[in-house]
């Protein structure tokens, strides 16, 4: 079956403008959640998302950063006024619910420049 | 050791060989493990997963073992091919707190010479 599909899968954005990354989850897929991943770094929690729910978002770093999940379906990150050490993979997972195995994403790498 | 930017600790192995990497962890609450894959240019890719009530758990080729008492978690492949060149990242999460985020290792990378 289709698994978690992110898009764009590259973007490259000047300082200063918004970018929005789409996240389609494994169809009924409760959990879902976003990470950034730095070069050469492991994945780093952003926010998590129960249905429609975002029930954590402890790891956005700044104001700057908002996600959302509508209905509980499709999620989108968005990222305001990009700044180049936003620059980074960010990866979507979601999952069958609670405590379960979760699946990831091929990433968007995001270039600000 | 730890990796710091670009330097990743490697772990280089002869096809056919066992590789086993390892991970220490610093939360004694936490209590679900889980090892990914990581190809270059790819997302994560599930592994193998273990729970704080077992010692051992095996799937094809892998075998994960956790020591809780020295916190401490290795992955073993059997039989290293070199489709298994990759990073190899360990996770963990602590359900006691109710948060659902893993916290990931920052990373080995396996080369495998043919």
């Known amino acids: 079956g289709a698994g978690v599909s992110q898009s764009p899968r590259y973007k490259v954005a000047k300082r200063g403008q918004d970018v929005a990354l789409r996240c389609d989850p494994i169809?009924?897929?409760?959990?879902l959640f976003w990470y950034q991943q730095a070069l050469g770094q492991g994945p780093e929690f952003l926010t998590y998302f129960q249905n429609e729910a975002q029930l954590d978002k402890s790891g956005l770093p700044s104001d700057r950063f908002f996600a959302e999940r509508p209905e509980g379906s499709v999620s989108t990150l968005k990222i305001q006024r990009t700044q180049q050490e936003d620059s980074a993979v960010y990866l979507c997972?979601?999952?069958?619910?609670?405590?379960?195995?979760?699946?990831f994403g091929e990433g968007s790498w995001l270039t600000v420049v | 050791g730890e990796s710091v930017g670009l330097h990743l600790p490697t772990l280089s192995v002869q096809e056919g060989d066992n590789s086993i990497i390892n991970c220490a962890y610093s939360n004694s609450a936490s209590d679900y493990f889980i090892w990914y894959k990581q190809e270059s240019g790819k997302g994560p890719q599930f592994i193998i997963d273990i729970r704080s009530n077992m010692d051992k758990r095996q799937g094809q080729r892998v075998t994960v073992l956790l020591n809780k008492t020295v916190k401490h978690l290795s992955l073993q492949i059997a039989a290293t091919q070199p489709g298994d060149s990759a990073v190899y990242f360990c996770?963990?999460?602590?359900?006691?707190?109710?948060?659902?985020?893993?916290?990931f290792g920052s990373g080995t990378r396996l080369q495998v010479q043919p």
């Open positions: 169809s009924g897929h409760v959990s």
């Open positions: 996770a963990e999460n602590t359900s006691s707190t109710g948060r659902r985020a893993l916290t």
């Open positions: 997972a979601s999952g069958t619910g609670p405590g379960n195995t979760i699946y």
